[in-house]
């Protein structure tokens, strides 16, 4: 078998021979190829190489996502600008205009957002025309580049970035803000979450029409974002409808829940999900193994070695010991993975190590 054949076997509940070992490495290249500080053997490399020499398996959405675009509608402009530390966006609409600025990290490799798109209530009319006017479309041609550049080494996956909710906090107001909004004026955020759900049916309709067959929602799910209250009101009808409609189709759900879950993973099993993705287990998260295990029962469960395991302060032993506890938990419902990603400073040698305890495992 290939990781291609493995991967959807696991998500069948199928047989198979060995189980898939797939790190994320994209931030631990990105940071030290930038700092000038990757390992001699992999200077002038790029990742796809560096995986084979590892013998692990890349995540397929990093070289997939940019198959879906996003059309704006046709009386909306957007510009961005860039200068050494922030990224500017600028919407400008018949409704009025709204501006967001991200901030890059120290190297450049990755950004967080500083200053939100809705800054106010007059802002949330703008937002729902953006999103009402906007439209999808997938990059055949590009899908099929990544295909051949990926061949057996993963099966193609998609992200669908933040929905609900989590959206509405993450990509457009921020959590506190967001907060207060929502507890003053109600009915003002669910107004802009039905323009969402509009835009989503869109989106969702097209990814109904791709050949993908995991579709993993990138929600950054956490506890201190969306409380169990926030969960069963915004989240698990969410997940319930979008994941009913992708089964109807025959596709498989997972979602990226990254932060601290305990409260929230009791409803796990109620969003319609096949799995989840990342979960730091304590003690990077605030669940156990035995927890984790309990809570998502027969459903996959991707990821699972907490990242801090990879840095020096944690020994080998406990590492391998740390592996195995959760083959014997998991197997064979498991895409093995570091949880969230490869740190920079973590020892990219382990990676080689954890792949020959992946691959001798007996299922």
């Given at each position: 078998m290939n990781n291609r054949e493995r991967t959807m076997a696991i998500f069948n509940h199928s047989r198979i021979d060995h189980l898939v070992w797939q790190p994320r490495l994209h931030h631990w290249y990105e940071v030290n190829k930038a700092r000038g500080l990757l390992p001699k053997k992999y200077e002038g490399w790029d990742l796809l190489k560096i995986y084979d020499d590892l013998g692990a398996s890349p995540r397929?959405?990093?070289?997939?996502?940019?198959?879906?675009?996003?059309?704006?509608?046709?009386?909306?402009?957007?510009?961005?600008?860039?200068?050494?530390?922030?990224?500017?966006?600028?919407?400008?609409?018949?409704?009025?205009?709204?501006?967001?600025?991200?901030?890059?990290?120290?190297?450049?490799?990755?950004?967080?957002?500083?200053?939100?798109?809705?800054?106010?209530?007059?802002?949330?009319?703008?937002?729902?025309?953006?999103?009402?006017?906007?439209?999808?479309?997938?990059?055949?041609?590009?899908?099929?580049?990544?295909?051949?550049?990926?061949?057996?080494?993963?099966?193609?996956?998609?992200?669908?970035?933040?929905?609900?909710?989590?959206?509405?906090?993450?990509?457009?107001?921020?959590?506190?803000?967001?907060?207060?909004?929502?507890?003053?004026?109600?009915?003002?955020?669910?107004?802009?979450?039905?323009?969402?759900?509009?835009?989503?049916?869109?989106?969702?309709?097209?990814?109904?029409?791709?050949?993908?067959?995991?579709?993993?929602?990138?929600?950054?799910?956490?506890?201190?974002?969306?409380?169990?209250?926030?969960?069963?009101?915004?989240?698990?009808?969410?997940?319930?409808?979008?994941?009913?409609?992708?089964?109807?189709?025959?596709?498989?759900?997972?979602s990226h829940w990254d932060g601290k879950i305990k409260k929230v993973l009791p409803f796990a099993k109620e969003t319609g999900l096949d799995g989840l993705e990342c979960v730091p287990p304590e003690p990077q998260g605030n669940v156990t193994l035995d927890e984790l295990r309990q809570g998502l029962e027969d459903m996959i469960l991707s990821d699972g070695i907490p990242a801090t395991h990879f840095m020096p302060y944690t020994s080998e032993g406990e590492l391998k010991n740390f592996v195995l506890r959760l083959l014997d938990l998991f197997s064979p419902n498991i895409i093995v993975g570091i949880s969230d990603m490869m740190p920079p400073d973590g020892n990219i040698e382990r990676i080689q190590m954890v792949g020959q305890i992946v691959r001798e495992y007996k299922i």
């Open positions: 397929g959405y990093h070289y997939f996502d940019s198959t879906i675009k996003v059309v704006e509608g046709d009386q909306i402009k957007v510009e961005v600008k860039e200068d050494v530390n922030y990224i500017y966006t600028k919407y400008t609409t018949p409704k009025g205009y709204l501006t967001q600025v991200e901030k890059k990290n120290l190297w450049g490799t990755n950004k967080m957002c500083v200053e939100y798109f809705l800054k106010k209530i007059d802002d949330f009319e703008i937002m729902e025309y953006i999103l009402r006017n906007q439209d999808f479309e997938f990059d055949r041609e590009r899908y099929k580049t990544m295909d051949r550049l990926l061949g057996e080494r993963c099966e193609p996956m998609i992200n669908v970035l933040h929905g609900s909710i989590q959206r509405f906090f993450i990509d457009y107001m921020g959590l506190t803000k967001g907060i207060i909004v929502l507890w003053k004026s109600p009915r003002i955020v669910e107004n802009l979450l039905n323009a969402l759900d509009e835009n989503d049916d869109k989106k969702f309709n097209l990814i109904k029409k791709t050949p993908f067959k995991i579709i993993n929602f990138g929600d950054n799910i956490d506890e201190s974002l969306v409380s169990p209250t926030l969960i069963k009101k915004y989240m698990l009808p969410y997940y319930q409808r979008r994941t009913k409609e992708l089964h109807q189709v025959g596709k498989f759900c997972m």
